[in-house]
C-alpha cells in the first residue's frame, strides 16, 4: 500500500476529528464533514481515509467512526505500548 507523506501529515488531524465525535457518541460520519471541519477538499479526505481504510464510507451514511479510528491508529502504528 502506498500512501503519500501528505496523507500521512493529515491522518492525524483526522484522528483527532474522529475521536471527539466518539466523544459526542456520533457513530458515523462523512469525508464532506471531516473535510469542513480542517478545512480541506472532501475528495482529498475521501482519497486518504480509502487509501488507510479497510472498509470503504456508505453514501448518505459515512465511515463508521470506531473503524476509522481503529484504522489510522493500525495504519500509524499507534496501538503498539512501549517502554
Known amino acids: ?4 507523506f501528505e496523507t500521512i501529515k493529515r491522518l492525524p488531524l483526522y484522528l483527532r476529528i ?5 466523544e459526542e457518541n456520533i457513530a458515523n460520519i462523512s469525508s464532506t464533514a471531516i473535510a469542513n471541519e480542517l478545512k480541506l477538499n472532501s475528495i482529498q479526505v475521501r482519497k486518504d ?14 465511515f463508521e467512526v470506531n473503524k476509522l479510528i481503529e484504522d489510522i491508529n493500525e495504519f500509524l502504528d499507534l496501538n503498539k505500548t512501549q517502554n
Open 1 to 4: 500500500m502506498s500512501v503519500s
Open 18 to 22: 474522529l475521536k471527539s465525535k466518539k
Open 49 to 62: 481515509l480509502a487509501s488507510i481504510s479497510k472498509e470503504d464510507g456508505k453514501p448518505g451514511i459515512g
